[in-house]
């Protein structure tokens, strides 16, 4: 049974960094594309950015292409996010999920997800 546990979330100030990490238990990292998603309260959770599996290539949303990375660490079993010049409007809790080999921005796609993990940008 595949399981993901996400961490590295909390209150950062508008301008600063926060760096999520996302473990997978039950199996092997190298068979899943990882995607990061976001639900602000009151809105539809959005994805965020995927890691590939076969060849390890990221993708972005648009608002966040050039503040975020997205990793991976085969040898830890732990896909990451970073967040640079975080916003106020990047507040959410965050989710990182799992599908087999190649990812999508698409929530309906992925098979197993975290519990998620808050992130808050405020002064």
């Known amino acids: 049974q595949v399981q993901l546990v996400e961490s590295g979330g909390g209150l950062v100030q508008p301008g600063g960094s926060l760096r999520l990490s996302c473990v997978l238990s039950?199996?092997?990292?190298?068979?899943?594309?990882i995607g990061w998603f976001r639900q602000a309260p009151g809105k539809e959770r959005e994805g965020v950015s995927f890691?590939?599996?076969?060849?390890?290539?990221?993708y972005y949303a648009d608002f966040v292409k050039g503040r975020f990375t997205i990793s991976r660490d085969a040898a830890k079993n732990t896909a990451y996010l970073e967040m640079n010049s975080l916003k106020p409007e990047d507040t959410a809790v965050y989710y990182c999920?799992?599908?087999?080999?190649?990812?999508?921005?698409?929530?309906?796609?992925?098979?197993?997800w975290g519990q998620g993990t808050q992130v808050t940008v405020s002064s």
């Open positions: 999920a799992a599908r087999p080999e190649w990812g999508l921005l698409e929530p309906r796609a992925y098979d197993y």
């Open positions: 039950g199996s092997t990292l190298d068979y899943y594309a």
């Open positions: 890691i590939n599996s076969s060849d390890g290539s990221p």
